[in-house]
C-alpha cells in the first residue's frame, strides 16, 4: 500500500511539473496519472465537467 502511494505521489509530481501555468492543466495531469495507474481513462470526463469550478477556487 505504501508503495502504492509513493508511486502516485511521483507520477503526480512528475505530471504536474509542466502544467503550472497552464489554464486546465490538471486535465492533462489527469489523464497522465490514471493512464500510468491503469486507471480507465474516461473518469476524465468528469473532472473535465467540474474542473472550471474547482479551477476559480484555486485561482
Known amino acids: 500500500m505504501v508503495a502504492f502511494l509513493v508511486e502516485v505521489a511521483l ?3 512528475l ?12 486535465t492533462f495531469t489527469a489523464i497522465v ?3 500510468a495507474l491503469n486507471f ?5 470526463g468528469l ?4 474542473e ?3 479551477d476559480t477556487g484555486r485561482t
Open 47 to 50: 473532472l473535465i465537467s467540474v
Open 11 to 13: 507520477l503526480c509530481v
Open 52 to 54: 472550471p469550478i474547482i
Open 33 to 35: 496519472v490514471l493512464s
Open 15 to 26: 505530471a504536474s511539473f509542466g502544467t503550472v501555468g497552464v489554464g486546465g492543466g490538471a
Open 40 to 44: 480507465p481513462v474516461g473518469l476524465v
